[in-house]
């Protein structure tokens, strides 16, 4: 009898490596870029990872019951993460977010059946606003369970566990460069801890906000990648406490649009949409890719998530252009060219080869 998996955790991690070989214009010279298909999760990020992992470790525990609400403060991801495996093992979800969060991601914590609560990005300029929201939520929330992906240590461990391991394996040992961004911390700490301990040689490279595209006081409304968070110049009590500061070996800064623009060249040149975090990370990528240091290594990019959660943000879609008239025997029909209108005519058949 065949066996198959009975559960969606099961189903998480083991995602591709993806050489990129048209990518930045073939400018990246003797460097390899390898891309991790971190939207090939059942949930489509690799936060699916990190929500595994708290669960899994939450029910080991004893710190979960039947029909409890789990509840955090999340740009998203992590939400949508936790929502699906909510519904998969019987808890209910509660998510609180920036109001900026794109409506593509909050539609899908919906989908999972979870509630969100949306916060105004202005509140998170305050001194100390992560904290304040948090303890809030907490007090509104008595009896659900927080899943604290800032700080539980779930979230790093399961990226030592599993995507450390599987880019080790996939790479033949082979890996000289880790580029990620860093939301909570689990996924750069984790994975570098993991891959650092079996080659000590191998580099941890963060990417994070330009100063142009930090929110302030003053300019309240920047545009910013959710999930691309500052790291540098930054209090360390103000850092997640799953971010091992330790791990890294360099930072990169990158603007929001050149994160976009990057992302939106992954898309034409390769055929992967990925979101403006994982644009940042391949921009850095590209980068370090064109040093002659590093002729002949070989990087490996943490593409997070998918296009598809942002596509109604500003930006995205670009240079929108007029298409040409339609080849003779099309016509416009609903906003698209097709075929004539199909009717009873007998269905087509395929006389080519076959095989």
């Known amino acids: 009898m065949s066996e198959w998996p009975d559960h969606l955790g099961a189903l998480i991690g083991n995602t591709p490596l993806l050489e990129l070989k048209r990518f930045d214009g073939g400018q990246s010279g003797l460097c390899r870029i390898l891309a991790k298909i971190e939207y090939l999760n059942p949930a489509g990020s690799i936060k699916d990872r990190t929500a595994w992992g708290i669960i899994r470790a939450a029910e080991a525990e004893g710190h979960l ?6 509840v955090d403060l999340t740009s998203g991801n992590t939400g949508i993460g936790l929502a699906a495996l909510a519904a998969a ?18 539609a899908l914590i ?17 001194p100390g606003a992560v904290d304040l929201i ?6 509104a929330n008595p009896d659900a369970f927080y899943t604290n992906q800032r700080g539980n240590p779930a979230n790093p461990r399961i990226h030592f566990e599993t995507t450390g391991p599987e880019i080790w394996r996939d790479t033949a040992g082979a890996v000289d460069i880790l580029v990620s961004a860093v939301g909570t911390g689990g996924t750069v700490s984790g994975t570098g801890r993991y891959l650092k ?16 595209s930090v929110p302030t006081p003053d300019h309240p409304d920047v545009d910013t990648v959710e999930g691309v968070h500052k790291v540098t110049e930054v209090d360390a009590q103000h850092l997640p406490g799953n971010y091992d500061p330790g791990v890294v070996d360099a930072v990169i800064a990158c603007e929001t649009a050149q994160a976009r623009l990057t992302a939106r060249a992954l898309a034409r040149d390769e055929g992967l949409t990925a979101g403006p975090s994982s644009g940042a990370v391949l921009f850095a990528a ?20 998918s296009g598809e959660r942002y596509l109604s943000q500003p ?4 240079d929108r252009t007029p298409q040409p008239d339609p080849a003779p025997g099309l016509q416009r029909r609903s906003g698209a060219w097709s075929g004539p209108a199909v009717g009873t005519d007998p269905k087509p058949s395929y006389h080519g080869p076959l095989g």
Request: aromatic residues 6%.
């Open 65 to 70: 019951r039947p029909g409890q609400t789990l």
């Open 89 to 106: 093992r019987g808890y209910r979800a509660k998510f609180y977010l920036r109001a900026s969060t794109s409506p593509e991601k909050i």
């Open 110 to 126: 919906h989908q999972y059946g979870a509630r969100t609560i949306l916060i105004d990005d202005a509140e998170f300029l305050q």
């Open 134 to 139: 948090i303890d809030r939520m907490r007090q």
């Open 197 to 212: 301990a079996q080659k000590p040689s191998l580099k941890v490279v963060v990417v994070e906000p330009a100063a142009g």
């Open 286 to 305: 590209a980068q370090l890719a064109a040093r002659p240091e590093n002729a002949g290594r070989t990087i490996v990019a943490i593409v997070a998530d």
């Open 315 to 318: 930006g995205v879609d670009g």
